[in-house]
């Protein structure tokens, strides 16, 4: 079946330097991303999400990029603080389908 | 504001035996969608719940069904456990109209001995 994967499985940065986590999609009929934030015991929490008319979107210290050519998104974490320290889904979605999440990466941050 | 509860926080259970695990969505929130998280793994879709019918369906067996009440709650049921079946389970809510924008409460954490 389809599926959003990411590329790395882990990524280790020190505090302060800025975080960036990739996810490649493999539906073109998605219209709707989000990233969540999984810490440890926990339920995923919402970080921020893009639609497909879009390329660009930012919050607070977090920016999400989609590029739908490529079919791939990206979170950036700006100045990561080790409050920063967890496991990150992408997940896709498209008009009447349920969110298909990838796996995750598992972003450690060291002061 | 209350977010999604969920309800036990953990369960043990044997093979064979049946479970139910309940969830409360967000306030105002009409849909409520459940998954299921093997360790190491993202969530996986099992199925949504809205105007007390299921609505999608995930790749879940027969053993898996569910209920959505009046007030929006929902219920979980895993009948004949397996050892695979142990994962965490979470619920989701969200409000039909607004889109597919998902909260998601803390899980349920069900180990099947």
């Known amino acids: 079946g389809e599926s959003v994967g990411l590329h790395l499985p882990t990524l280790s940065v020190q505090e302060g330097d800025n975080s960036i986590i990739n996810c490649a999609y493999s539906?073109?009929?998605?219209?709707?991303f989000i990233w969540y934030k999984q810490e440890s015991g926990k339920g995923p929490q919402f970080i921020i999400d893009i639609r497909s008319n879009m390329d660009k979107r930012q919050g607070q210290r977090v920016t999400v990029l989609l590029n739908k050519t490529v079919k791939h998104l990206s979170l950036q974490i700006a100045a990561t603080q080790p409050g920063d320290s967890a496991v990150y889904f992408c997940?896709?979605?498209?008009?009447?389908?349920?969110?298909?999440f990838g796996k995750g990466t598992t972003l450690s941050v060291s002061s | 504001d209350a977010g999604v509860t969920q309800s036990p926080t953990h369960l043990i259970k044997t093979r064979g035996q049946q479970v139910t695990l309940r969830c409360s969505p967000k306030?105002?929130?009409?849909?409520v969608s459940w998954y299921q998280q093997a360790l190491g793994q993202g969530p996986q879709f099992i199925f949504q719940?809205?105007?007390?019918?299921?609505?999608q369906r995930g790749n879940f067996p027969d053993r898996f069904s569910g209920h959505q009440f009046p007030n929006y709650s929902s219920e979980l049921n895993v009948n004949a456990l397996l050892l695979g079946d142990s994962a965490l389970y979470l619920c989701a809510s969200s409000l039909r109209l607004a889109g597919n924008e998902q909260f998601f409460g803390p899980g349920t954490r069900l180990t099947v001995l």
């Open positions: 306030s105002g929130h009409d849909t």
């Open positions: 539906n073109s009929a998605s219209d709707y």
């Open positions: 997940a896709e979605t498209y008009p009447g389908t349920a969110l298909i």
């Open positions: 719940y809205y105007e007390e019918e299921e609505r």
